[in-house]
Each structure stands twice: as C-alpha cells, then as structure tokens.
C-alpha cells in the first residue's frame, strides 16, 4: 500500500521560504508521477507542480513558475517542494499525490495522497 507523508510547513513572512517533503513509501516510485496540490480555505484543490519520477520531466502552474522547485532523493524515496518568495496567497494546505498517469495535472487523476501540511505566509 503506497504512503505519503508530507513535512515541512509552517509559517513564513512574505518573501520567505520553506521546503516541503513527502516520504513515499509501498510502491515501486519509478513508474509513478508525483504531484503537489494545495488547497486553501473555501477554494478547490488546485494544481502546484508534478515531476516523473523515471524521466524527470516537470511541470508547474503558472502561478509558482519560477519560485517553487520539486526534486527528489532517491536513496529516500522522498519529494521536495522548495518554495522562495513566498506570497500571502501561497497560504493553504498542501498536499502530495502520486499517480501512474505521466505528468498528471488535476486531483481525479492522482491514486494516492498525503495528509496534507499547512502552509501560512503572513504579510
């Protein structure tokens, strides 16, 4: 049974910067896409970046394009998000999902998730 469990939020000033992790664990990780989601209050769960884990190919929502960067460790089977020059609209839920789908970009496509990890930019 594949889990994923994120780490790192918190709260940050504008203009900071955090680095969310996701440990995987149950699956065999190179045949999956793994994805970043965020969803903040009263909104949908919206798309935030992707990454093959075999072919690294990446993909981010216009939105975080240039500031956020995902990565791996594969000794760790983990996934990073970095995010610098945070904004107050960065603030919501976080979440990691994995998908066998390549480069999956909406939330239907995504298998399995984590519990979600708070993130709060303050102005």
């Known amino acids: 049974q594949v889990q994923l469990v994120e780490s790192g939020g918190g709260l940050v000033q504008a203009g900071g910067s955090l680095r969310l992790s996701c440990a995987a664990s149950?699956?065999?990780?190179?045949?999956?896409?793994m994805g970043w989601f965020r969803q903040a209050p009263g909104k949908e769960r919206e798309f935030v970046a992707a990454f093959t884990w075999s072919a690294r190919r990446t993909s981010y929502a216009d939105s975080v394009k240039g500031r956020f960067t995902i990565s791996k460790d594969n000794a760790k089977n983990t996934v990073y998000l970095q995010m610098n020059s945070l904004k107050p609209e960065d603030t919501a839920v976080y979440y990691c999902?994995?998908?066998?789908?390549?480069?999956?970009?909406?939330?239907?496509?995504?298998?399995?998730w984590g519990q979600g990890t708070q993130v709060t930019v303050s102005s």
């Open positions: 149950g699956g065999t990780f190179s045949s999956y896409t």
């Open positions: 999902a994995a998908t066998r789908v390549v480069l999956a970009f909406t939330p239907q496509t995504y298998d399995y």
